[in-house]
């Protein structure tokens, strides 16, 4: 019987460990300040990313295990169900949590937990970055630039963070310049 408890409680810690590792939120985790992660499961082993930057695992954390393709990328950028080339986006290429309230005052950590290079910018209003071929229909962003990436826009390596601190209040937008789907909220209280 003590056997079976011991066995029990060894195994829940297992467990609570095991969510610990994968859960965003560890991920994410560091001080008390929000935090978001830009996301995408790029497979690390797929030569199709190194045209366009590769799909590199960060050397520190390790986080990233991907399993997407570039061709299953580029398959999920549109749908037939979505005529007139409008862009879908492969859900795999996500911002988590995509929607948060926060205190006025409070700093935002936005951390790339992916492969591949994203930005976490403020827009006035959804829509494309500045890669045209992921833009499909969409009109691109003017916070964006077009063409050619604005001095604006952050680029966010694999690995690193961008602090977010000063935000007005009221309902906050941001995008993926490069991944336009990869959009996100934060009110601001
Ligand atoms: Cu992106």
């Not at 030569?47 to 050397?59: E, H, L, M, R």
């Not at 829509?127 to 077009?146: M, Q």
Request: hydrophobic fraction near 40%.
């Amino acid at each position: 019987m003590r056997f079976l408890f011991m066995f029990v409680v060894l195994a829940a810690l297992a467990v609570s460990l095991s969510l610990m590792v994968n859960s965003p939120a560890q991920a994410q985790g560091y001080g008390n300040d929000p935090n978001i992660a830009m996301l995408d499961n790029c497979s690390t082993t797929d030569p199709g990313y190194a045209p366009f930057g590769g799909c590199p695992q960060d050397s520190t954390t390790k986080a990233h295990q991907g399993d997407v393709s570039a061709g299953e990328f580029l398959a999920l950028l549109t749908s037939p169900l979505a005529p007139g080339n409008q862009v879908i986006g492969h859900p795999s290429w996500r911002n988590e949590p995509s929607y948060i309230t926060v205190r006025s005052g409070q700093n935002i950590r936005v951390s790339n937990r992916g492969g591949r290079v994203h930005t976490f910018t403020e827009v006035a209003n959804f829509g494309g970055g500045f890669i045209s071929p992921l833009n499909g229909a969409l009109t691109p962003a003017p916070e964006c630039g077009s063409g050619v990436p604005n001095p604006n826009v952050k680029f966010v390596a694999v690995g690193d963070t961008q602090t977010l601190s000063g935000l007005g209040t009221g309902l906050r937008k941001f995008q993926c310049c490069i991944h336009p789907w990869m959009r996100a909220a934060i009110r601001v209280q």
